[in-house]
């Protein structure tokens, strides 16, 4: 396709190979390997992704081009890029439709069917006409917008009904034209009511309705007081241009920014609008006019239902064959053993992988160090947190038994800006020092810091310290005793306070100022010993790569005949297999049962391999725009865990897909008829080594 390539053809841009990775997802909701209803899930993500993507990324290319046509001297990709991506959602969207119908007719081989307003017997009408009295009705405000010029903002996480009214009958149908119809806006209460409600239905099968179908049928109660007869209704979902815009004013602090600009979020103009293609052109033109629904933004027509996003939340059905096989958190019998983890720290690095192992272990050591007589301080960098934060709750603890605890609080994690912002101020009133990051660089490394009289203990982490995420993404803690590592992660801590100091690091690869610096030596480190003939190669696992000048580096190394291997999930602008520019260079990308959110990094540095693990992807934000940090790992035994999540990626054939710029996603092929999945393998893994049946 025209436009995807950019740079010379040397990479894919950023968000065209976003497409790409989303279609991985895709292709995985399609894979008849997986059982049904985790297919349905990465339907979900599949949607809910999207949603994010045109909120931020499409937002952001139309804000580009009109800034472009404004001044008339800017000139960049932008116009090319988005057709590009319009493009390819079109194309997926239509493979999305394809996909979910030919799922629906799957369950239904399962006994499990989807039954529309039109197919009620009468056990099920009653039982519906019990819910909608009962709990439903009081959960729809139907908006009548027929005469309205501008609607009031509406919340773009939902589905809305619009809807016809229309007098076929009677006297007055023929007399008065202007009143023989109107629209109206339903929107589904989802935040209130489950979007699936399973109704009765024959022994041995299971019936479900989606929550739209059940507005359907009682549109005639909902508008009875009004004089229509005839009601049709049609789904519609619109997302919003969601970057929030901010006032400079060098008086305003950062929390009342933020809480400012989650109010513009609600204005932001619509950017994507996708609609029942049975809806009439009338109403269709109404509705876009009212929404202010530009045509050179996404706009499609497809079939009856949309947010699919909903399906997150589906509800559970009793037949295992319907999910994965089970695999819950494996006990670590390093930490079973001990009566205190801290004391096994100090003797010796120790790591946690989740979700292969439990995150109670972190909870853990945080509530002994809340009551440790010889823990001073604890300081913990705060990006993410789970509803009911079990971390929150031990800093609690641990100020209330006098420790000194500095949380810092991000508040643009996007999309978590309002929880976080109530977590700071619960932990304000609990005695809890809130620091808000750095003006102007967001803070997205995951550290903890815990001072002592004697030691202290420092934990690097690749992923949130979060119990929901951590029991569905992949991520390592690095948990060390280590004099220089904890010192320097303190001296983050202290940047972060007070960005004045410029503290200098030996272990530690912090951005902004040292990770593009450190990451280009080390690639010339390999390239130099390449041509001297020693070991030379690097492997990576990560979740994006898109920095042009990593990229160009990692080029100049293929050529001097070092091996790349690397697995990336989602972004990559690397085109590999070119002569001349990246033959030595291997990408796949693993979409799985977890979301793989790991970043570790081992370079063969002439035969003493170097590993380093954090919380940084190969972007230009995060290398440039970022406090991240990636610490060393010096243990022999954890090397060898992180060298082995990194090969078990390599030797995947199950759910490791081509990367390689085209967009095909291939599964990858190994030579082998022996399947091998690397996320079932690596559990087995943990399971050996822990002498576990």
Partial sequence: MKGLLINNMKSINRDVSWMYFNRRILDEAANKNNPILERLKFIAIYSSNLDEFFRVRVATLHRMIEIEEATKEIKSDSKSILKTVLKLNLLYTHELDG??????????????????????NGEQIEFIESFYKEEL??????????????????????????????????PSAKKNKKNEYAYALIQAPTSEHSRFIIIPSVKGTTSIMFIDDVIRYFLPKIFSSLDFDTFKAYTIKFTRDSEMDFDNSVYQSVLEKVSKGLKSREEGVPVRFVYDKEIPSELLSFIENILNIDKKSAHIGGGRYHNLKDFIKFTSIKQNALYYKPQPPLSVPAFDNVKSMIKLICEKDQYLHYPYHSFDYFIRLLREAAINPEVKSIKISIYRLAKNSKVIKALICAAMNGKKVTANVELLARFDESSNINWASKMQEAGIKVLFGVEGLKVHSKLMYIGMRSNNIACISTGNFHEGTASAYTDFTLMTANKTIGSEVNDVFRYIEHPYVSPSFKELIVSPNHTRKKLLNFIKIEISNAKQGLPAYIMMKINHIVDEKIINKLYVASNAGVKIKLLVRGNCSIITGVPKQSENIEVYGIIDRYLEHSRIMVFANGGKEKYYLGSADLMVRNLDNRIEVFSPVYDIEIQKILKTCIEFGLKDNVSARVVDGKGNNEIRSTGSDVKFRTQTELYLFYKKIFGIN
């Fill in 99 to 120: 996909i979910f119908n030919n799922l629906i007719l799957e369950l239904e081989s399962k006994n499990i069917y989807f039954v529309n307003e039109k197919q009620l």
């Fill in 137 to 170: 009705m009081n959960s729809l405000f139907p908006i009548l917008v027929s005469r309205m010029d501008e609607i009031p903002k509406l919340d773009d996480k939902s589905v809305f009904l619009a809807v016809i009214l229309s007098k076929l009958n009677g």
